[in-house]
């Protein structure tokens, strides 16, 4: 009895909707409702010009992203010359110059005039020593310059053989293509 009544009740929603949908073609017909065929066409249209955006703007945010620097690149451009920096050895006469291809703007300007200085502090103390970088992170940044914290340890050989810890805020920026330090600032 139940499963009677559960197909009749099917069979008079059939009936139904097919009484509307037959109303509705109707009532288009007599020209009492306006047809929905532009409304599809203006749902398309929106979609369509949604999906060209949507690309659009993909495809800029992928271009945009090729060309900026990672958080890493400038870390380990920060970090290598930090370590080349704290590692003074005699024995190297190249040392400076490393120094300077890898430093741009002010700090560029400010190690090229006291390059000879430096040379003759490291030469006059004899010590060779070894930085260790503990540790780096980028503290603010744009799309072509960041500010780097680094904390080094130098490992002094020699007489002394002592350790002593350093923390350093470091600029970074692009100078032709290439990441270089700009600025360093030892930290307390």
Do not use: C
């Amino acid at each position: 009895m139940r499963s009677s009544t559960i197909g009749r009740e099917r069979a008079a929603r059939r009936e139904l909707r097919s009484a509307v949908d037959d109303l509705a073609d109707a009532e288009y017909a007599a020209g009492l409702r306006p047809g929905l065929a532009w409304r599809w066409w203006a749902v398309i249209g929106v979609l369509v010009v949604a999906s060209v955006l949507a690309a659009g703007i993909g495809v800029w945010a992928w271009v945009h992203s090729a060309q900026t620097r990672s958080d890493a690149e400038f870390e380990q451009a920060a970090a290598s010359t930090v370590a080349l920096l704290l590692s003074p050895n005699p024995q190297d006469p190249q040392q400076v110059r490393r120094i300077l291809d890898r430093a741009t703007g002010e700090f560029y300007d400010d190690f090229a005039q006291s390059s000879q200085a430096f040379t003759e502090v490291i030469r006059r103390n004899g010590e060779v020593a070894s930085a260790d970088i503990d540790g780096s992170g980028v503290s603010a940044r744009t799309a072509d310059d960041a500010t780097v914290l680094v904390a080094a340890t130098v490992h002094y050989e020699g007489a002394a053989g002592t350790d002593r810890q350093f923390r350093l805020h470091v600029g970074v920026a692009e100078d032709a293509g290439v990441l270089k330090v700009s600025a360093v600032q030892y930290l307390p």
